[in-house]
């Protein structure tokens, strides 16, 4: 029986899989964490996707318990500015469109809508990213019942059916504090946490690892190993020879540059959305703590160099910037052609990744814990669980990749050789047809990427309507159809997003307000 997991690597992957490994089977495991003193963690890796919060409700926590302590916020949206010229922005917001007469409210804007702002006529959450409102009331009430109502539904993980309701938000934390946080969660509950570094990784005759020899610990044994060493791979890649399958090849971004930003919060307010800045080699991100910036500049080494990309940063940052020590990190993109093999699997980093700019990283691990919890085997007989999870987790990450080409093949922007490239590199299979079809008739759930990546297809819509980069065209449809119900929707959305920025404190006030107990 698999009973004695062994988790290598106490980054953001090691303790949440440690974490929700012991919340789901509890005792019934034995669950050791070892990690590298000497060897630091990644130190990025801050926001996240709206379904974590059901990380969370596995472990049991409310906001209040954990959010303080990790200093974390509230995400609605992703803001993209210069994507599609100099001066233009809009947001992704998690908020699906409506539906009127049978569409979704995005295909009646394609016919005549209100203004040139999808984003701003079809969601409210844009506008309050603009406001920079919380989600929240004081009391803790969320803005819109419906969304508390759906959860249920949504905790069943697969894409929801229909186009009922989006969970409205998801968190940015600091990554060091949440991995103190859930370090201290675990041990609580009986994770065996070791120190020590990991100078070997031993192997059975049948070719699966027997166990892992430490400095100071010796060996550590174990049934089944957890290789949560980030881009390193020592298990599952150096140790067991898998190989890596990149996508360089369609996502050229392999750097990013990273500053913390100290910032007086309390002035200048917190926008509950992360912004994705379009520069000349890449884009820099910026998202808001409870007490600082994080920011980096995530570019490709092709385009541009590790010293002009901190320059052109720290000019994006201003003076706050002078003072602060950057993080210069190389990204390793694509993933492991199996990230479960023998009687190891590798979760974060070391199973794979693609670059920050949907803040996909967390989650891939949260999908793939949840699947290994799916799929934890009985015994070693059934190679059958494996294929299949690998399989899933495969696809998760073979068709965020191709969102995210999307990106940067569907951005209006072509003024230098890194934008105009974009437009000619080659796609993922089967991309090509699906854009195609986009052109006449709007992503749906028949022409997306067919497996769960996580995006639904109106993440898609919001993309393409925002880059502006893809000529698309109204359904012919829509001119013989009465338009009155969609005109009142474009007003609703308008009056609602008014009197929720009238009601709801601001982002800050509320996090506040949370941080003292209510
Ligand atoms: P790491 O943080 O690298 O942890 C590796 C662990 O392995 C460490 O504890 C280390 O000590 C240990 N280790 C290594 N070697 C040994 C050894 N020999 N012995 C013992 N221990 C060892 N994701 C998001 O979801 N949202 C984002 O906004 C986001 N932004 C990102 C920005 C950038 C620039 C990058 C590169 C990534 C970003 N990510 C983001 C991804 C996210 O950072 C990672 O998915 C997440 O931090 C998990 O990392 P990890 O735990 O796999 O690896």
Request: charge should be negative.
């Amino acid at each position: 029986m698999v009973e004695d997991i062994v988790i290598v690597g106490g980054g953001t992957a090691g303790w949440m899989t440690a974490t929700y490994l012991k919340a789901s089977f509890g005792d019934r495991l034995t669950v050791t964490l070892v990690e590298s003193k000497a060897v630091s963690t990644i130190g990025v890796g801050e926001a996240t996707f709206s379904t974590v919060r059901n990380f969370f409700r596995r472990l049991g926590l409310s906001e209040p318990e954990w959010m303080p302590r990790c200093h974390a916020s509230y995400k609605l949206a992703i803001r993209f500015e210069n994507w599609r010229a100099k001066g233009h922005h809009f947001y992704h917001p998690f908020e699906r469109p409506r539906i009127v007469d049978g569409l979704p409210l995005a295909d009646w804007w394609l016919h005549d809508g209100p203004s040139d702002r999808f984003d701003r006529d079809c969601s409210v959450l844009a506008a309050l990213c603009d406001a920079k409102r919380s989600p929240r009331h004081l009391d803790g009430g969320l803005f819109e019942e419906v969304f508390e109502t759906g959860e249920a539904r949504d905790m069943a993980r697969a894409i929801p059916e229909g186009h009922g309701t989006q969970f409205p938000y998801a968190y940015y934390f600091d990554a060091t504090l949440l991995a103190q946080f859930l370090s201290e969660y675990g041990v609580e509950r009986g994770v065996r946490h070791i120190q020590d570094d990991v100078l070997d990784v031993r192997l059975d005759d049948d070719g699966s690892i027997s166990d892992v020899l430490t400095k100071d610990h010796g060996a550590i044994r174990g049934d089944l190993f957890v290789d949560c060493t980030g881009f390193r791979g020592l298990l599952l890649n150096k140790a067991l020879g898998v190989p890596f399958v990149s996508y360089q090849e369609s996502l050229p971004n392999d750097s990013a540059v990273a500053l913390r930003v100290p910032v007086d919060v309390a002035t200048h307010g917190m926008r509950p959305c992360t912004t994705a800045t379009a520069q000349d080699a890449g884009w820099i991100w910026t998202i808001p703590l409870l007490d600082r910036i994080g920011t980096g500049y995530v570019y490709s080494s092709a385009y541009t160099t590790p010293e002009e990309a901190e320059r052109t940063l720290r000019a994006f940052v201003g003076p706050e910037a002078s003072d602060l020590s950057a993080n210069h990190i190389k990204m390793r993109i694509g993933r492991s052609a199996e990230s479960w093999v023998k009687n190891c699997v590798a979760i974060g980093l070391s199973s794979g990744f693609v670059e920050p700019l949907e803040s996909t990283g967390i989650f891939f691990i949260q999908n793939a814990v949840e699947q290994l919890v799916k799929r934890f085997p009985g015994t070693w007989d059934d190679e059958s669980l494996r294929r299949s999870y690998n399989r899933q987790v495969g696809d998760v990450m073979d068709g965020v990749r191709e969102f995210l080409f999307l990106h940067y093949y569907a951005a209006a922007r072509s003024d230098n050789a890194y934008w105009r490239d974009a437009k000619t590199r080659p796609m993922p299979d089967g991309l090509a047809e699906r854009i195609e079809q986009w052109r006449t008739t709007l992503p749906d759930e028949n022409s997306v990427f067919p497996r769960f990546h996580g995006f639904e297809p109106y993440s898609y819509t919001a993309m393409i309507l925002g880059l502006g980069g893809l000529p698309v065209r109204p359904l012919p449809a829509l001119g013989r159809l009465d338009a009155t119900a969609a005109r009142d929707e474009f007003q609703r959305v308008r009056a609602q997003a008014s009197a929720l920025i009238d009601r709801l404190p601001g982002q800050y006030e509320y996090l506040v307000h949370q941080a003292a107990g209510f």
